[in-house]
């Protein structure tokens, strides 16, 4: 697997990681990272007490995180390729 599709997985699963891997974007990449896992704990905090927030807030996070994969990987690609 080449490092653009690598940095694409990274940063579905943890949006900023993609970026260190691509070696772009790194001076915010840290704060998105803290973010996601701020964003992350909030979500499963509210899973038992507002099920209806949490499947909004699940598909938003799976919004957003398909977002990042998609931007992380077209950079890595155009690094790669020029």
Known sequence: MNKARWAALANFFFPGAGYLIAGTKRDI?????????????????????????????????????????????RLAATDQAG
């Not at 704060?31 to 699940?58: D, H, K, N």
């Open 29 to 73: 990449a840290f704060l998105w990272l803290a973010g996601v896992i701020a964003l992350t704990i909030v979500e499963f905090g509210i899973r038992e007490s507002e099920p209806t927030l949490y499947w909004v807030m699940f598909a938003a996070v799976f919004v957003m995180n398909f977002a990042f994969a998609v931007d992380v990987y």
